[in-house]
């Protein structure tokens, strides 16, 4: 794939919470309408990376470039370059003092301008999409962990991002509300969004993901397809690791 | 809820509770017994039927407040107006406490600590005598601008608890959306604070009524100042001071009550 075509470039990104290395010499691109999946045991560095991206964490080291921008340069809009990428967090993190549907509208209609009323229609038209529109006038509350999911899939798509970041979206559900969440990343996928996914469902990994990155205590130790990673791992430490998960 | 169920309910409650009221009876006795005992000992004459023109009178022009009313008009006004600075104050510096530039930590943590380690009547004198002059404050801006400041730099505190209650996921997933730090604030995280401080902010309109008391030191004419008056033109001490206490009490109670079934409501709703 041509340059051109990256929506993400990390570069030799390093990250230090004192002595440890959240993140080290990481690298990696990410291309237009490309789903990546990365794996690896708890404490790897994966929410880091991910977070890395959209700047939740400031790099210590290296460079993070957006749609060509570098996100720490001094004087780049980082608000902006947020409202390119949306995120999907393990706990949601829907805001409990708006209904559904203002969860929706809020940011829309506040950061891009969009009249009130065509924000909504849009946010109606997201909500059946996730399968919860009969959902738009309630508060999370009363929302079930997937159906909370759901809705921040919804709410990040409402920014009509270019690229979708998900950090662990069911590891916090109940086994049985899984799938109504996975089928909506798929459905996402096929659409052609650029999705970079931090999972352990390695049933996604396989169907969805272009390539699938391996990292271990901050580092990325392989990266390869699905058939590679499923058929021949290379490295022993993801040997051992899928060993463990499948 | 009509009163055929809950009729029921107030018997087993005064069944339940028979020693507290015989207590209560007690107690509420003695306090008649101390008060007619103060009255024959000092020769006090008990003047209540003379009370009322002083909170409402009769005249040619109609109804007229009295002294005591137009007092309460006063520290209503004051009161009101320092809530809502002190609530200015209390959020602004909540969020200077907050902030990631020093300076800003510095300042509003350099206003508590002089606030809080200073008697307010102090403050109040010094606005008046060295601040006021200076900006042509009169009074009453004075009254208004010590209380506002005192009771905002116990705000800030009550504020900044609220803030820091607040789960950082909701900071990420509002950064995320690419709301700037300040509209995060705005949305996010202060309306949801609010509701969980609600109870104790309303606590301090509680605290700022009686400490308006303290404006009457500068020459207001608020409630207690104009008690002062009335008591000394007419020697009824006793009926004016409890009158005064009672007027106090009639409208801090209610607020108290109401704050503390905010809380509880606010306990179980969380
Ligand atoms: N805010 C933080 N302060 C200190 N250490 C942190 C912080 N965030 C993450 N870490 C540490 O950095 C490492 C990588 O964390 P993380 O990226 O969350 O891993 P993963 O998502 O793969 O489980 C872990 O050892 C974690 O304990
Ligand atoms: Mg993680």
Redesign the pocket.
Known sequence: MSAAEKIISIHNASKF?GS?K?LYNVSLDIHTGEKVVII?P????????LRSINRLETIDQGTITVDGKNIDAPGSDINALRMEMGMVFQSFNLFPHKTVLENLTMAPIKLKKIPRGQAEEQAMALLKKVGIEEKSGVYPVQLSGGQKQRVAIARALAMSPKIMLFDEPTSALDPEMIGEVLDVMVTLAKEGMTMAV?THEMGFAREVADRIVF?DQ?EILEIGTPEHFFERPEHPRLKKFLSQIL | MNSRATSPTFVRFLVAHYRDFLLYGLLLGAVAWFIASGEQGTGYHWKWYRMPRYLIQFTEDGWVLGPLLQGLIVTFKISGLSLILAMIFGLTTAIFRLSDSFTARLVAKGYVEFIRNTPLLTQIFFIYYVIGPVFGLDAFGSAVLALSLFEGAYASEIFRAGIVSIHKGQWEAAYSLGLSRQDTYRRVIIPQALRRILPPLAGVGVTLIKDSSLASTIAIYELTQRGNIVSSDTFMVFEVWFTVAAIYLAITFPLSLLVAEMGKRMRTAD
């Open positions: 919470f440890l959240a690896g708890s404490g790897s560095g994966k929410s880091t990376l931090v990292m901050g």
